[in-house]
């Protein structure tokens, strides 16, 4: 089989652990990941012009533009080395809209990749318990819930073991309705689209559980079966 990457692209709201299961599949398989809303925020950080473009969208809980977020994405895909075997790269946060998905699809039909959509569902109250609690690193942009995982507001990040993990500027309560709002408006009739086009690509996940049952189930699943275990 020729070395290539399996695109796999997480959908959900906020908090519905997406995140997390990207993590523990990057413990167990190679694999590369991209966030959108990491990238967007490390613009930020650095205070590129693209950065000062996007802060107060992001601030507000909106979404930026599709075309700014597919130059994103376009980038990332096209800077990855080559893998050694089967290898997956999974995508966070990206699309969002629909104009985002009719741009990836032409990109996806284009380059000839295999991908597959996993879409998180969890309800708005379980979102905002889980938000009140999350910490992510300032440095990998890993998250963790406060108290759990020797996590804690301040502390040195369990992952990369250099970043301190702090709440984020959007997670507060005004941001986090508006992302909620934009999530029904904007994301839900697009997911509704995907799983009505991509029917086999697209698989739907009850993310209400605990993270170490979804990823037992996740890795059942049939794209796992030949990937390259993580050599540590
Ligand atoms: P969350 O999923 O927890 O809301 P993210 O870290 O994925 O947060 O994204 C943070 C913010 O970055 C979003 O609220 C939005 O403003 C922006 N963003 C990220 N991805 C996209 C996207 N695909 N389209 C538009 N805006 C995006």
């Known amino acids: 089989m020729t070395p290539s990457y399996r695109y796999l692209f997480f959908l959900g709201k906020p908090a519905s652990g997406k995140g997390t299961q990207i993590r523990l599949l990057l413990e167990r ?33 909106k979404l930026v533009s ?3 977020v597919m130059d994103l994405f376009r980038d990332a895909a096209e800077h990855l080395q080559t893998p050694v075997g089967q290898a997956l790269f ?28 996993l879409y998180f569902t969890v309800e708005d109250t379980l979102v905002l318990r889980r938000l009140s609690g999350r910490l992510v690193c300032n440095g990998c942009f890993a998250p963790f819930t406060a108290g759990r995982d020797n996590a804690e507001e301040g502390g040195t990040c369990p992952q990369c073991r250099k970043g301190v993990l702090v709440r984020r500027s959007d997670d507060n309560e005004t941001a986090i309705q508006k992302r ?12 509704e689209r995907i799983a009505a086009e991509e029917q086999e690509r697209f698989f739907e ?11 037992e189930e996740l890795i059942q699943m049939k794209p796992f079966a030949d990937l390259q275990k993580r050599r540590n």
């Open 180 to 191: 909620l709002a934009e999530y029904r408006s904007l994301t839900e009739p697009m997911i």
């Open 205 to 215: 996940i009850d993310g209400a559980r605990t993270a170490g049952v979804i990823f």
């Open 90 to 117: 999974l995508v966070d946060g990206f699309p969002r809209t629909i104009g985002q998905y009719e741009l990836l699809k032409s990109y996806l039909a284009e380059k000839g990749v295999s991908h597959l959509f």
């Open 66 to 68: 599709d075309d700014i």
């Open 29 to 61: 398989f190679e694999g590369r990941t991209f966030s959108t809303g990491d990238a967007l925020k490390d613009h930020i950080a650095r205070g590129t012009p693209l950065g000062k473009k996007v802060k107060e969208v992001i601030n507000a809980g």
